[in-house]
């Protein structure tokens, strides 16, 4: 069985990495959340991990999503002489 702390910390760290904007406190509430549902469970580790693959996900569009907000803002200029 893996360590269950090192299994909450890695799940603490990514869900703050998904969602950047919620504060330490909210963020720790959904952890425990999450946390206190599952950590009972004989497939404990298989849960988790799922939830680590959707939290990256998460993080991935986030930023997807940025880099597409910029590329749509950031158009370069021409700048023609009169």
């Excluded at 603490?12 to 904007?21: E, H, I, V």
């Excluded at 959904?30 to 991990?49: Q, Y």
């Excluded at 997807?64 to 158009?75: G, M, N, Q």
């Amino acid at each position: 069985m893996a360590d269950k702390g090192k299994l909450y910390s890695k799940l603490y760290k990514d869900f703050k990495l998904a969602y950047p904007n919620i504060n330490a406190q909210a963020l720790q509430a959904e952890v425990n959340l999450f946390w206190n549902s599952v950590k009972t469970k004989d497939n404990v580790v298989d849960v988790v991990n799922k939830k680590l693959c959707e939290l990256g996900n998460a993080k991935r569009q986030s930023a997807a999503s940025l880099l597409t907000f910029w590329s749509k803002v950031c158009k370069p200029t021409v700048f023609t002489s009169l």
